[in-house]
């Protein structure tokens, strides 16, 4: 395993591999590595021959400086973690050279997802955008990895990637998570102790919302009343959005046909959390 | 000489001989090939391996629909001329492979020139900047060949790839004129034989522009009121713009030191024409 901290090196790298006719794999983390990361890692390296696992905080991608700030960083915890994988390379560029200072180019998926509750804040996913497709040119993956918790992230990739012909499938894989049904993210580094068995309520909403489609229940409006129940009872849990969309294009759907989407938001404290499910109505 | 029509088609043959550490030269058209193309070509022949001519009338970056259609397309034309070349692909996708309906992910310069008169149109820049990523991401070329007429072009191109890490540079090379002076130009197809007479016009402003910067003048205003007194003596030509601007950022310059981007655009009759040359201030 080796550790790249410069652009022109993991380009370089990446670039000569490639001709010799290596399927790369990108894990594309903000650090904070956790057993949903590994599990991504996992899957990297039995669909491709080369791994690199990129760690790099976006702060395109934070609304405020001080979520940026506050985002939790430990690089010598991470490189640990992932010397027990069987990863090649971590690439960890640094801010100045991803983000010079006269930096102005970005890459906006469009009219997607936008009437969507909760998802209005098109600065975030335009700086998600520019930073992977970034990342994509100078890694050049065949595979780019990422969790069913940033499920709607996914979506607007594989969008990004069919718009722009970028030769790159992007694979969205399952959930991890513990034994309460939290989803793993480096978000929960945040919650305390208490804070983190009140965060169970998402996925328990998310598996009423599973379980009310399984019964029967078609009606968009009404699985999403149900997760506000759940979430509700909940008392240091609060609801930032429960969305049921088509996962392809993230358009909200009033009836349940086919696969759905569907999203739940909620802060815990001050920590912003999301989780998200497909549901398959046959 | 091969004729592509399929996207995939030519995204896995340039991705097949990538393999084989070929250099793949672009020159991106919208076809109308006339001699400035041709020299495009012969350089793109020298430098690398294998040449791709793309022919594409993107409909992005044309600011009404009338325009667009106007356009001159003759392919027939087109592939005779470049039959004469030694062109390995003509690439010419559909406009619904290129632009599928639901088509919504756009690459943006942001702050690139915009404080230079006449390029107020970021629609214009926009839709050029979205279809060239789309090129480049099929046709994976080392070197992008441009002529120095779009020099603005130019320097945005080499802007994006800059900012999003895209492992081409770009090109820019003299521009070809006819013995006017006139920049060789899709657009002079709409020119009647008077309208090309008095075109020339824009070239000698950039001419007596450039003899007055030989001639020691430093102040951008003055070299600008040069250009805006020769075209003004042409009763056929309307000055759109005239800038003197920092080739590396397209920020406008008031003292020419090192050096300057001189670009000019001018109607003649209902034609926009665009014209630019660099001096080296020493």
Redesign the interface.
Known sequence: MEIVNR?SRM?AIT?KV????VKIGLVSTMGAIHPGHLSLIQTARKMTDLVVVSIFVNRLQFLTDDEYKEYPRDITKDVDLLRNESVDYIFTPPEEEMYPA???????????GQKLPGLHQAAYFKGM??SV??ML??VKPAFLFFGQKDGLQGAILR??VR?????TEVVVLPIVRDASGLAYAARNYFLTEPQKAAASVIYRSLQAAQAAVAAGETQAKRVIAEIARVVGAEPQAKLEYAVVADPG?LEPLTKIQGSALIAVGAMIGKTSLNDSLLVEKK
């Open positions: 652009v380009s670039a490639l001709s010799a006719d006269d930096f102005s180019t970005y890459v906006e998926v469009e009219n997607f955008t520019t497709m970034k040119h100078i969008k990004m718009d722009l012909n970028i030769n294009n």
